[in-house]
């Protein structure tokens, strides 16, 4: 028993190790295109993700347990995002307009906001109060406008 959890705790240790050598922000030594297509894979799990939340809010699913969890999703997605546009990847196949680079605290402050109001809708979720959920799920929308308006190119 001893032993087997002593072998466990190396494995468990040697993962960690693992881990914690690779780089942060690989992002910076990756292929463009290839970082391109990962930050539309976060883009379009978050809207997944804000779809099936208004999905129980509008009432054509009941399942009101899950918006917290989805929530969270968001706000990690949120925190990924400045590591998603690194300095040139701005160009090919990609709807990132060059303002984000040149207003760089500003993109990086959409990104905290849309990070606040999923938190935020994450708490209002848990505290099963309706009302509060509607109106935070709303703002996390908002937040998700309010930088693709300046950062991203229009359809
Ligand atoms: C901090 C800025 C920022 C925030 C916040 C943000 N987006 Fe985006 N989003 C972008 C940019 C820039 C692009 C264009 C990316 C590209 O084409 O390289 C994009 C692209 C997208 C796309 C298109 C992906 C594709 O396949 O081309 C979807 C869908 C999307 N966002 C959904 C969302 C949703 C839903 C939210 C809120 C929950 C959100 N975004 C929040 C900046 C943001």
Not at 6 to 16: D, K, N, P, Q, Y
Not at 28 to 33: H, K, N
Not at 59 to 82: F, K, L, N, Q, V
Request: charged share 15%; aromatic share 6%.
């Amino acid at each position: 028993m001893f032993r087997l959890s002593r072998i466990g705790l190396a494995l468990v240790l040697l993962g960690a190790v693992g881990f914690a050598s690779l780089p942060q922000t690989a992002a910076a030594a990756d292929d463009a295109a290839n970082v391109i297509k990962y930050r539309k894979q976060v883009m379009v799990a978050n809207a997944s993700h804000i779809t099936a939340i208004f999905s129980v809010l509008k009432g054509e699913t009941s399942y009101a347990g899950h918006i917290a969890a989805h929530a969270r999703a968001i706000a990690d997605g949120a925190a990924m995002m400045p590591d998603i546009f690194p300095e040139g990847s701005g160009s090919g196949d990609t709807g990132a307009l060059p303002s984000i680079w040149q207003d760089w605290p500003k993109f990086q402050a959409a990104a905290k906001a849309l990070q606040t109001a999923a938190a935020d809708l994450a708490a209002a979720a848990s505290s099963g109060d309706i009302a509060a959920v509607g109106a935070a799920a709303g703002a996390v929308g908002k937040a998700c406008g309010g930088c693709h308006e300046p950062f991203r190119k229009k359809k």
